[in-house]
């Protein structure tokens, strides 16, 4: 198994704001720097299935997971061999929120999968979260 973390903290958002753009899967391409497109198959809830095609690369599958409104959600994408899930934590303190992406790899190929995936996806992360805050802001 192999788990990464980045946090970051602002002032300039509510964890209601952020749910709203995690929530709606078209907003995922303005925000997740690696999607071009994203669609939602039913709500955003446990079960459910976002279909995304990753820039310059293939299509992929990823099932809702833990989905705790205004708080948090795991995204989990099964590969031959192994599993990766990422989990989106948002979390308000005082006048200040936090947001916590946790990216974990597991399985008997996971070694493989980090090298060609999770390594590339846990590099975005900090890209990826100021733009989440940005888009955020108007929401």
Aim: net charge positive; aromatic share 10%.
């Amino acid at each position: 198994m192999w788990k990464t973390t980045y946090t970051t903290t602002t002032d300039k958002v509510t964890p209601e704001q952020i749910w709203r753009v995690w929530s709606d899967i078209s907003l995922r391409s303005a925000w997740d720097t690696d999607t071009e497109w994203a669609t939602l198959e039913g709500p955003f809830a446990d079960g459910s299935i976002i279909r995304f095609k990753v820039k310059n690369g293939p299509k992929v599958k990823m099932e809702l997971l833990n989905c705790v409104q205004n708080r948090s959600f795991t995204d989990r994408t099964k590969f031959p061999g192994a599993l990766m899930d990422v989990t989106h934590t948002v979390e308000q303190t005082g006048d200040k929120v936090t947001l916590t992406i946790v990216l974990q790899i597991s399985g008997l190929l996971s070694f493989l999968w980090r090298k060609l995936v999770a390594e590339k996806v846990a590099a975005t992360f900090a890209e990826q979260t100021a733009m989440l805050i940005k888009v955020a802001q108007d929401k």
